[in-house]
T-cell receptor, first 117, second 113 residues
């Protein structure tokens, strides 16, 4: 079955530091990959996505590249801010060869990020 | 504005009581989902529905029930059979096309006293 593994947290950084959160996956078919962010007491928001190999998703200074050869989708940001403090989830949606989604997301465990001034 | 509305945001229940969490969406999405979130365990799928009047069990359906009588509504009932119901519950929806990304509500926190 499908699975997603994220790096263990929590991650604590100083403002303007470089961020990497590792994510690797196991999937059949042609998965689409996502990063979601969850701020305290709220639901999940889609941060970025990539739908095929070598695609780079980007949003709000965050980036992640879909690496099929290493089955990875690591999240990066060059300079984090205090407002980036949140929980980050990597997820995948299985699809068939025609690109049709199976309709369920498989989530990683989540990584807590805390950024200090 | 289109979106997903969950209510109530906070709910307290005594042991042995059933409770129903509401989820309404005005995004005209076909599929709807319920996830449970516990600290350190990520999100686990409870039930999902891809079409009105049809739904499937997810990974942890025991002790829960759902209905899908209308496209925009997917209520979740936490029954007294659920052994450890204290958790954060998230409802989500997905359009019929696209790459499978979900759109989430703000969540409901259930505490059993």
């Amino acid at each position: 079955g499908n699975s997603v593994t994220q790096m263990e947290g929590p991650v604590t950084l100083s403002e303007e530091a470089f961020l990497t959160i590792n994510c690797t996956y196991t999937a059949t078919g042609y998965p689409s990959l996502f990063w979601y962010v969850q701020y305290p007491g709220e639901g999940l928001q889609l941060l970025l996505k990539a739908t095929k190999a070598d695609d780079k998703g980007s949003n709000k200074g965050f980036e992640a590249t879909y690496r099929k050869e290493t089955t990875s989708f690591h999240l990066e940001k060059g300079s984090v801010q205090v407002s980036d403090s949140a929980v980050y989830f990597c997820a995948l949606s299985g699809t068939n060869a025609g690109g049709t989604s199976y309709g369920k997301l498989t989530f990683g465990q989540g990584t807590i990020l805390t950024v200090h001034p | 504005d289109g979106g997903i509305t969950q209510s109530p945001k906070y709910l307290f229940r005594k042991e042995g009581q059933n409770v129903t969490l509401s989820c309404e969406q005005n995004l005209n999405h076909d599929a709807m989902y319920w996830y449970r979130q516990d600290p350190g365990q990520g999100l686990r799928l409870i039930y999902y529905s891809q079409i009105v009047n049809d739904f499937q069990k997810g990974d942890i359906a025991e002790g829960y029930s759902v209905s899908r009588e209308k496209k925009e509504s997917f209520p979740l009932t936490v029954t007294s059979a659920q052994k450890n119901p204290t958790a954060f519950y998230l409802c989500a929806s997905r359009p019929g096309t696209g790459y499978g990304e979900l759109f989430f509500g703000e969540g409901s926190r259930l505490t059993v006293l």
